[in-house]
């Protein structure tokens, strides 16, 4: 077979001897380094490092500073470790470990792991490629973002009523709702949910963030079949999901699930414009007020100088007060075009579908709001950008958005 590179990890140089002779001989080419900060620098294009350390606490760190290592996110770790205890294996996988041997093992067996190791590295590869592939070939309006520059505005309870709503014409597990408003979102609270793994578990988990058939083991199941990947509800520096990974979890969310809803929140961020950029819809609910009418068509400006293509965005305007304060033409005009949907206001329905965890779809169905929320999510699964309710296709002018957006407050282009 060709030589495949090997890197041994030992401050033990008869071991390394040992080890060399022995993988050689079964046609690996290999490398050693005596400390991980040499590992790292010198592991380049080599797909699997061998760590033999004498002591295992040394061998998990070592693997958790490699899998700290964004360059380093596909590599296979194999552990030679000296010890029989079940804690300190287990310690060392969930340090990041792929595979945790005795040292003892025999060499025929070692050469089979690692081919083993070195088969999962190629379809984790594989099935990464495949993500990125689809992204042209996927059916539209699969992946919704809902995201608002002002806070307060609806995001998470748009973002649930529509999964829910979109859910319900699907087999159970289908259509998927992810909380990526961290690290406080509050998706698990409006669904009754207590998760007991969140988005950013999955973030860790290098092989199951690109696996379709892995990636919804991290989802809690709803009673109305929808997927949840809930946000963690505390925060904890070390938990982090950076732009890379958040692409990632889309690419490989829209294989797992028909569709899935994204509660971006309202934080402006490098996360959130790099999942804006990629979803195929953006629900951008706004208040009928000046105020954040301005500030959203600012943000809108700014997301066409970051490459978001405006004609996947649409607006929903949430009437949060009793009375009135800018009437629906005033909108229109400053928005530079019709909303996709209009939420009524309710001083009770909300707050109590937020405090009991029962979404207005499923808990008052024949409410305006409910209906309102229902309509909503049907026009973005049929991809419906015109005028809400009028039960017509936008004409071909009505489809080809502006660069920037006109209206109220004289879009810059």
């Known amino acids: 077979m060709p030589e495949t590179p090997v890197l041994v990890l030992s401050s033990d140089p008869d071991r390394v001897a040992a080890l060399r002779a022995s993988l050689e001989a079964a046609g690996y080419r290999v490398t050693s380094a005596e400390t991980i900060d040499a590992a790292i620098a010198g592991l380049g294009s080599c797909p699997i490092l061998l760590v033999a350390e004498p002591y295992d606490a040394t061998a998990a760190a070592a693997c958790a500073r490699v899998r700290t290592t964004p360059a380093l996110r596909g590599l296979a770790i194999c552990v030679l470790t000296p010890s029989a205890d079940v804690e300190a294996r287990v310690a060392m996988i969930q340090a990041g470990a792929d595979e945790v041997v005795p040292d003892l093992i025999d060499p025929r067996e070692l050469d089979a792991r690692i081919q083993a190791l070195l088969l999962r590295s190629t379809r984790t590869v594989a099935l990464a490629t495949a993500a990125a592939d689809s992204a042209a070939a996927r059916r539209p309006r699969r992946s919704i973002a809902v995201f608002s520059p002002t806070g307060g505005v609806g995001t998470t309870t748009i973002a649930v009523n529509v999964a829910v709503a979109l859910a319900a014409g ?7 709702v992810a909380d990526m408003h961290l690290p406080f979102g509050q998706v698990a609270t409006l669904l009754d949910i207590r998760p007991h793994r969140t988005i950013t578990d999955l973030g860790r988990d290098d092989v199951a963030v690109l696996d379709p058939s892995l990636i919804a083991t991290y989802a809690e199941r709803h009673g109305t079949g929808l997927a949840v990947y809930a946000a963690p509800g505390t925060w904890d520096p070390a938990s982090t999901l950076t732009p890379e990974m958040a692409v990632t979890f889309i690419e490989t969310a829209t294989l797992a699930h028909d569709r899935i809803v994204l509660d971006l929140g309202s934080a402006v961020d490098e996360r959130t414009v790099a999942a804006l950029a990629r979803v195929d819809t953006i629900l951008l609910p706004v208040r009928p007020e000046i105020a954040a009418l301005r500030a959203l068509h600012s943000f809108a400006d700014a997301l066409a100088d970051h490459q978001v293509d405006l004609a996947k965005t649409a607006f929903v305007v949430n ?3 009793a009375r ?12 530079g075009r019709p909303p996709l949907a209009e939420l009524p206001y309710d001083q009770l329905l909300y ?3 937020a405090n009991e965890g029962v979404p207005l779809v499923v808990g008052s169905p024949e409410s305006a709001p409910a209906q309102a929320l229902v309509r909503l999510a049907s026009a973005v ?15 071909g002018a009505d489809k080809k958005q502006p660069a920037r957006f006109g209206g109220l407050f004289g879009g810059r282009g």
């Open 170 to 176: 699907h087999a159970p597990g289908r259509v998927a």
């Open 319 to 321: 009437d949060l007060a």
């Open 324 to 335: 009135e304060s800018l009437k629906p033409k005033d909108v229109e005009t400053a928005l």
């Open 351 to 353: 707050v109590r579908a």
């Open 381 to 395: 699964a049929g991809g419906e950008f015109g005028h809400p309710g009028s039960g017509r296709s936008p004409s």
